[in-house]
């Protein structure tokens, strides 16, 4: 009878349950980041086959999930980000569907074929996969339960209930929703994505989903001084005994003080670090904006709005080919009262459009970089000379 109440592990403080609850979900989250997320979908790292099967067969009983479908969806996020064609994106779909029926949503682009062949390739495609993890996806997860009903009685059955809520919940709901809503930005990339927290833990470092989508091929996913990943350190870890191999991680941005003149080396270091430049951009302009905004307010009365005056300092930091017609018009008419906030607004749009003309030479686009500096520099506006000093300095 006290095994039947108990389970195998025998009694434990309700405390006890929590923590044991709480490692089984680590695990899988851990399986979830280093494995689907880091290794497979986005290679940035190479697991020992014994790393990479573990997680494999985890994240079978745990969530049922199977390798290549969530490789190819998570592919195509970010192939597709913030379009229609994104699996899961709020900005589109809106926050409480994404949140609430992640789990829903993850499923249904599971059966598009046209998704696991586009993007579904170099995933584990052995015996295995093909005879028990894809064919009885659904069985890892029956056997967990088992397991837990052996190990803790009865109340197994809720450890394994929170074994199959945590990846709804923080993967599919928490990061694909809120990491597109809500949180900090250190880097301005053409999508929405943010930082949940500087810390990331609980969901395994995925709280960190800006670093990521600003460098989605680095195997850390932390970049400030203050910010924690707790993934990276497991991988470290695994790298220390020969576990795991890292092959790419952010780039670190360094300069060059008193640098005069732009050359190759800077125009390489403001492409490969462009979402960098464009966040220091933004920042150094801040201060323009919200000045010609608050002036322009009496002779625009809509920019009394508080929400509209956001919307327009919002629309400011974008590229013209990601606004809505109306939008466009909008802004064209707050940027027709205004030659500084014009000024700054084609300005970042020639910034940006540095590393979009892919044709272009790179003695072409050096000379639009020097270009683009001097118009600067003569424009009369500070903060805009001041940032085209910086520029010069990225190395």
Request: charged share 20%.
């Amino acid at each position: 009878m006290d095994l039947l109440a108990n389970g195998l592990v025998g009694h434990l403080p309700w405390w006890g349950y929590v923590l044991v609850a709480l490692a089984l979900t680590h695990v899988t989250i851990a399986g979830v980041t280093i494995y689907l997320h880091r290794h497979q979908a986005h290679r940035a790292l190479e697991l020992h086959p014994i790393i990479s099967h573990f997680f494999r067969f985890w994240l079978w009983l745990s969530t049922g999930m199977v390798t290549k479908e969530w490789a190819a969806i998570h592919r195509k996020h970010h192939a597709k980000c913030e379009t229609p064609e994104d699996p899961h994106s709020p900005q589109v779909l809106g926050l409480k569907k994404v949140f609430f029926e992640g789990a829903e949503l993850y499923r249904a682009e599971s059966k598009n074929r046209e998704t696991l062949d586009k993007y579904g390739s170099g995933t584990p495609d052995d015996w295995l996969e093909h005879n028990v993890y894809s064919r009885y996806s659904g069985k890892g997860i029956v056997l967990m339960m088992l397991i837990d009903l052996a190990l803790f009685g009865p109340i197994g059955l809720t450890i394994w209930a929170v074994q199959m809520a945590w990846i709804p919940v923080t993967a599919a709901g928490i990061i694909n929703g809120v990491g597109h809503y809500w949180g900090y930005r250190n880097f301005t990339c053409e999508d929405a994505s943010t930082n949940i927290s500087p810390w990331g833990i609980l969901i395994g470092g995925e709280e960190l989903h800006n670093n990521h989508h600003a460098y989605g091929s680095s195997a850390k996913l932390s970049n400030k001084w203050y910010e924690f990943d707790i993934g990276w350190m497991y991988i470290r870890i695994m790298e220390i005994f020969g576990l795991a191999k890292v092959k790419k991680v952010a780039p670190k941005v360094r300069m060059t003080k008193g640098k005069a003149v732009c050359d190759l080396d800077t125009l390489q270091a403001i492409i490969t670090h462009r979402y960098d430049v464009l966040t220091r951009f933004a920042r150094s302009v801040k201060t323009v904006y919200a000045d010609e905004v608050l002036k322009l307010k009496a002779s625009l009365p809509q920019l009394n709005d508080s929400s509209m005056a956001k919307k327009v300092k919002h629309w400011l930091h974008l590229d013209a080919a990601d606004l809505r017609e109306q939008d466009k018009a909008s802004l064209s008419e707050v940027l027709n009262q205004s030659k500084e906030l014009a000024t700054v607004y084609a300005m970042r749009q020639d910034l940006a459009g540095l590393w979009a003309r892919s044709s272009a030479t790179k003695e072409q686009l050096l000379a639009q970089l020097q270009d683009w500096c001097h118009r600067a520099e003569s424009s009369g506006i500070e903060s805009l000379q001041k940032f085209s000093r910086k520029l010069r300095c990225y190395a």
